[in-house]
């Protein structure tokens, strides 16, 4: 399986974007580029995921490099409510199962 | 709310009992994934089930066991347990169980081993 690498923690003022980086050097052609986040005593929530181009959608973007080896998620402002682990996880194509790594803890200041 | 219903939502147990973990998928959902939380080894892929048929494994033990029924709803056989064995547990759902299509996670089946 793939894997992925991610800073440990990461910090941001409120209201401010925030962008988290993530490396997949090893990512095979099929494999899609997901984001979860999970808060305290929560399962993980699904944030975003995509292939080749950048998407967008409500909570957040997603910026793929063009050799896919690395994206960044971008939350455009940051709230208090999005303090969490965050994942960048390859998604097989075939299984579609999801290999959590160790994540980015979020802290939002106010 | 994910849609996804996990029972029960704790569970303290002795060591060497066995218990059976449930998961209802999201209405439509063909794909479950089981997965274990413990603070040491963060988020682990147990096993995968997509339309009653067993589609991807992953680190789960040979005590552990699963299987999807017909109706889809899922669940997990944990049995001579032990110390170790405490951790949550999610259950996530997918639609199509491929790269292509988000999970949608529970919130978990916290399991105490004492």
């Known amino acids: 399986d793939a894997k992925t690498t991610q800073p440990n923690s990461m910090e941001s003022n409120e209201e401010e974007p925030v962008h988290l980086p993530c490396n997949h050097s090893?990512?095979?052609?099929?494999?899609?580029i997901h984001w979860y986040r999970q808060l305290p005593s929560q399962g993980p929530e699904y944030v975003i995921h995509?292939?080749?181009s950048n998407v967008n959608n409500r909570m957040a973007s997603l910026a793929i490099a063009e050799d896919r080896k690395s994206s960044t998620l971008i939350l455009h402002r940051a709230t208090l409510r999005d303090a969490a682990v965050y994942y960048c996880i390859l998604g097989s194509s075939n299984t579609g199962k999801l290999i959590f790594g160790q994540g980015t803890t979020l802290q939002v200041k106010p | 709310d994910s849609g996804v219903t996990q029972t029960p939502k704790h569970l303290i147990t002795a060591t060497g009992q066995r218990v059976t973990l449930r998961c209802s998928p999201r209405s439509g959902d063909l794909s479950v994934y089981w997965y274990q939380q413990s603070l040491d080894q963060g988020l682990q892929f147990l096993i995968q089930y997509y339309n009653g048929e067993e589609r991807a494994k992953g680190n789960i033990l040979e005590r552990f066991s699963a299987q999807q029924f017909p109706d889809l709803h899922s669940e997990l056989n944990l049995s001579s347990l032990e110390l170790g064995d405490s951790a949550l547990y999610f259950c996530?759902?997918?639609?199509?169980?491929?790269?292509?299509?988000?999970?949608?996670f529970g919130q978990g089946t916290r399991l105490t081993v004492v």
């Open positions: 995509g292939l080749t």
């Open positions: 996530a759902s997918s639609p199509r169980g491929n790269g292509n299509t988000e999970a949608f």
């Open positions: 090893t990512i095979s052609g099929t494999d899609y």
